[in-house]
């Protein structure tokens, strides 16, 4: 095939180009590639001949810097691609025309098997991403349920109304040996992966405004206008920025229930105001606010997931996608409601419920749609490192 034929003159042709230069990036041996990264490779070859695509997202430049894929440029490519299905809707090479190129469910593909890969412990990255749903819902009711048996066994399951003193039912150290454990096996398994995946992608010397452009580009979701700021597509042709905006709802509504766990937290300890505090103080509000965000957000994202073009995504991944949208839903929930019935005898119930919930979060979130969260940011980093550098092509159009 005539295509078939380009590609293979141009890798012959920069094969080893960069060594014994300093400057340039030097070409690593290629590793064995799995079926979904081979698949990705072979349509990124078509895409690197086609270029039509070039402006909707930082995939496609990335892509022009090379002319073959090994397993790290691949990882670090379906982790840029924040899955818009722009290229999709665009691609006249799309199924059923004989290239089959659907570049957003080939990237969904290996997406999901790098936050297995790069997952500590293993184990539990290959456990979830087999039955993300199953295993994010039964540990959530298996913590949910052991705290209330170990209320009943206590005899503070039913109570009188305690004026949403939580600590009457868990007292404030339990509570903080409970969440810091979890807070910090969290932070330490996503630190872990992305360690590895950081350093799997290699991603050369660091420029100045590097990091400040990445930062900006991740934190306002710069790629999710789809190129143009119209947005992605999603059911169909037609664009929408409401992935974009459901995205910042869930962000910033979960930033928002930290912020108010952060301000509770200097009140207890810096000043010795210990909750309950009133629903017009500070940390009252920023969790009220934050939690809505939290339950619009999600459900926005669960209504786009159910809705989305099957050549968007990868059909295996769904449960792993939805048992995240799922415990965010259930943690803003539970809150909510905690939050409206604090001052009634189910308090203690709703408290367990939620506690549950909520450390059923944290002890997932390095093993589902989280962690791209975290290889994203890695990704668009090294994304706008390497824009800084050279390409080790040195083609005319660079
Ligand atoms: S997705 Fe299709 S249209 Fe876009 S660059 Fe690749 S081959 Fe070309
Ligand atoms: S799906 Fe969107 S983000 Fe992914 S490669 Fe295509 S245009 Fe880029």
Redesign the pocket.
């Known amino acids: 095939m005539q295509l078939d034929d380009t590609i293979a003159q141009a890798r012959a042709d920069t094969d080893g180009i960069g060594a014994g230069n300093p400057r340039l990036i030097p070409i690593r041996p290629l590793a064995a590639l799995t079926a979904n990264e081979e698949e990705v490779a072979r349509q990124m070859q078509v895409c690197n001949a086609c270029r039509y695509?070039e402006g909707?997202?930082a995939?496609?430049p990335a892509m022009t810097r090379r002319l073959s894929f090994a397993k790290a440029d691949i990882h670090y490519l379906a982790n840029l691609?924040?899955?818009?299905?722009?290229?999709?809707h665009a691609c006249q090479y799309a199924p059923p025309h004989e290239f089959a190129v659907a570049?957003?469910q080939a990237?969904a593909k290996v997406r999901a098997q790098t936050y297995a890969d790069y997952a500590w412990p293993p184990a539990l990255g290959a456990l979830y991403h087999r039955n993300g749903l199953t295993v994010a819902l039964a540990a959530a009711g298996g913590l949910a349920l052991f705290l209330l048996l170990a209320l009943m066994l206590t005899g503070r399951l039913l109570h009188e109304p305690l004026a949403g003193n939580f600590y009457a039912v868990f007292p404030h150290n339990l509570m903080v040996a409970m969440f810091g454990a979890v807070f910090l096996y969290a932070v330490l398994a996503l630190t872990l992966g992305a360690v590895r995946f950081w350093r799997d992608v290699t991603p050369g010397a660091s420029a100045a405004g590097a990091a400040g452009e990445a930062a900006h580009n991740a934190l306002a979701l710069t790629?999710l206008g789809g190129?143009h700021g119209d947005g992605?597509n999603e059911a169909d042709d037609a664009f929408t920025l409401a992935r974009r905006r459901f995205h910042h709802l869930t962000f910033y509504g979960f930033m928002l229930c930290l912020a108010s766990t952060s301000v509770a937290t200097v009140y207890h300890y810096a000043f010795g105001w210990s909750a309950p505090y009133a629903l017009t103080s500070l940390p009252v509000i920023l969790g009220t606010v934050g939690g809505i965000g939290l339950l619009v957000g999600p459900a926005g994202l669960l209504w786009l997931n159910l809705r989305r073009a099957p050549l968007h995504g990868d059909a295996a991944q769904k449960t792993m996608d939805r048992a995240f949208i799922a415990l965010l839903l259930l943690t803003s929930a539970t809150g909510l409601a905690l939050l409206i019935f604090r001052d009634t005898a189910a308090m203690a119930l709703l408290l367990a419920v939620h506690l549950g919930v909520v450390m059923a979060l944290f002890l997932t979130l390095p093993y589902g749609k989280f962690a791209h969260a975290v290889y994203r940011c890695a990704a668009l980093l090294k994304f706008t490192i390497e824009k800084r550098l050279p390409s080790r092509l040195a083609l005319g159009a660079d």
Do not use: D, I, R, S
């Not at 691609?81 to 999709?88: D, E, F, I």
């Open positions: 695509c909707f997202c995939v496609f691609c924040h899955n818009c299905g722009a290229c999709l570049v957003p990237m790629y190129g992605c």
